[in-house]
C-alpha cells in the first residue's frame, strides 16, 4: 500500500516570469507563445520537511519544478532499509515523466515549494512544444552523465574524495544565508549511505577538513566553504565546479 503524499496548495498571483528559478528550469525553452498556457497547466504545492511527493511504485501522476528546497530521491531495499540515491535542488524537474509508475520515491529534506503538474496535460504540452522535447532530453542526459559519476565516485574514490565532491556540488547547487552558512539537508547516516561510507568516516572527514581549514562546521547540518580550492584538490579531476 501506498500512501498520498501531504501536500498544500497555495494561491500564488503573478506570471512565471515572477519565477526566482525559472531559467534554471525546463520552462526557460518555453516560447512567448506558450507560457500562458503552461502556467494554466500548473499548481502550486507546499511540502513541510519530512512530507513526500511520490511513492517508489506508486502510479506516475504528476511532474514537478523544485522551486525551493532539497528533495531526495529514494529507493527501498529489500530487507526494508531506505537507500537515498540523489538529492534535487532548485531548478530541478523531479517526478516520472512517460512513465506509469514511479521508480523512486520523493521526500522534502527541508520546507520546499514545486510547481506541479498533472503528469498526462504536460506530456501532450511537451509533445506540441519541441523546443520543451529538447530541454527534457538535455535534462535526461544530463542525469545519465550524474549517475554514471556517481558510479565511478562509489567505486573508485577514496573516502576524502567522496566527502570532498559532495560537498562542492552541495556548495555549487545552494544557496548559503546572510552569513556564509550552507545547510547541510542530509544526516551524517544518509550521507553515508548516499556516498557509501559509514557515519563514523563521514563524520571523520569532515572534522579532517575543518581543522584543514577547507570548511567550517557552525552546526552539525550547516557549513560555510572557506577554501574550495583545496576541496577541489582534493577531490581531484571532475570535481564539481562551484
Not at 503524499?5 to 518555453?30: Q, W
Not at 515523466?97 to 504540452?125: I, K, M, N, Y
Request: glycine share 8%; proline share 5%.
Amino acid at each position: 500500500m501506498y500512501l498520498r503524499s501531504v501536500v498544500r496548495k497555495n494561491a500564488v498571483a503573478g506570471p512565471c516570469a515572477g519565477c526566482a528559478v525559472r531559467e534554471r528550469t525546463i520552462c526557460a525553452s518555453v516560447p512567448d507563445s506558450g507560457r500562458a498556457d503552461l502556467a494554466a497547466l500548473r499548481r502550486i504545492e507546499t511540502l513541510r520537511a519530512g512530507e513526500t511527493l511520490a511513492w517508489e511504485g506508486a502510479d506516475s501522476s504528476i511532474v514537478a519544478n523544485l522551486c525551493k528546497g532539497v528533495l531526495k530521491r529514494s529507493l527501498m531495499l529489500a530487507d526494508g532499509r531506505e537507500q537515498v540515491v540523489g538529492l534535487a535542488y532548485p531548478g530541478a524537474m523531479v517526478g516520472r515523466l512517460f512513465g506509469r509508475t514511479c521508480d523512486h520515491s520523493l521526500t522534502a529534506l527541508t520546507d520546499a515549494v514545486l510547481c506541479v503538474f498533472a503528469r498526462a496535460p504536460f506530456e501532450r504540452f511537451a509533445a506540441a512544444h519541441p523546443a520543451i522535447e529538447h530541454a527534457l532530453l538535455m535534462r535526461a542526459l544530463d542525469d545519465l552523465s550524474r549517475a554514471e559519476r556517481s558510479m565511478v565516485m562509489l567505486a573508485r574514490l577514496s573516502a576524502p574524495q567522496k566527502v570532498a565532491t559532495f560537498l562542492l556540488d552541495l556548495a555549487g547547487r545552494s544557496a548559503p544565508d546572510a552569513g556564509g552558512q550552507i545547510a547541510i539537508p542530509l544526516s551524517r547516516q544518509q550521507l553515508g549511505d548516499l556516498l557509501g561510507l559509514s557515519i563514523e568516516t563521514v563524520s571523520r572527514k569532515l572534522r579532517d577538513f575543518a581543522r584543514a581549514g577547507y570548511i567550517a562546521l557552525p552546526g552539525y547540518r550547516s557549513l560555510v566553504v572557506r577554501d574550495a580550492c583545496a576541496l577541489a584538490t582534493v577531490a581531484g579531476p571532475g570535481a564539481p565546479a562551484r
